[in-house]
């Protein structure tokens, strides 16, 4: 009975760590902007089903549509209140640079939530299971609460850099699509909507955003700025300055494309070459650390092994 109870507030943190999670988990997951009583609205006109109310629609949407989501919504948009513009702004940058289509009210509201989740696990390891002074369990309460402030962040910059590497190698095959369909006759728009067409990845995207701002009635080179700004990839900045300088001058578009499509296969084949002297570096630690000591266990361990029995028959 006292071993239970001494592992009591344990078990007890633990299960509100998991609905904590469970719920954020759910409240704050990419749901594609979906309506969920629209979409109920919609089967039941579609089977042709009588209602007798709009509130028994509603209830019959799940309980995580009609709870979770609206609270967390409520709590996003107190923090969105009391939180800096300026700062909501830039956070917002860093998300469509990520790729990511969540509002930074939500984004910060995760941050809260991962503090206070791993702060309580820093505290449930430090003072129960550690069996800490008071010192080293604020160490652990500590470190968790930040750990978690920060993760958040972490991701979000792990997968930026994973969308501008991806961004950058499919740069130049897009130019020389492009250059094929502006030397054939095409304007530069029409040339970027077979960009788009063609391919599904993030830089036809980014081109299938600027064709419909432009449709929407956004000049193309503050179309075209936008979209480096929000990208932030050195290789298509300079392809978006190019193309804004030809714009102004009057130059042919194709000699353009074609001799940004040269420069941009260059730099490919520079950042290859680059990877390729840096390879042996990289591997000098694995061969130190994991291969060099298995060789000499196998060549050494035999004769040890018979130096060891020699000294032991002596």
Known sequence: MEALQAYLPFIIGMAVLIIVGFMLYIGLRDDSGRDPLQERLEHYGINDIEVDSLEEVELSVGFKDRVIVPVFGRLANTLSRITPQSQLEGMRLQLERAGQTTDPTQFFLQRIMFTVILGIIGLILGFQVMKSELLQGLAWTLGGAAFGYYLPVLLLRSRTRRRQDSIQKALPDALDLLVICVEAGLGLDQAMGKVYEKWDNELSL????????????????????????????????????????????????????????????????????????????KMMFPLVLLIFPSIWIVLLGPALLQLMESNISL
């Open 206 to 281: 980014a081109f299938g955003r600027v064709l419909r701002e432009i449709q929407l009635g956004k000049q193309r080179k503050v179309a075209l700025k936008d979209m480096a700004d929000r990208l932030d990839v050195p290789d298509v900045n300079s392809f978006v300055a190019a193309i804004i300088q030809a714009e102004q001058l009057g130059v042919s578009m194709s000699k353009i494309l074609r001799v940004q499509s040269d420069q941009m296969r260059v730099k490919r084949r520079q950042r290859a070459q680059e990877k390729a002297q840096q390879a042996p570096v």
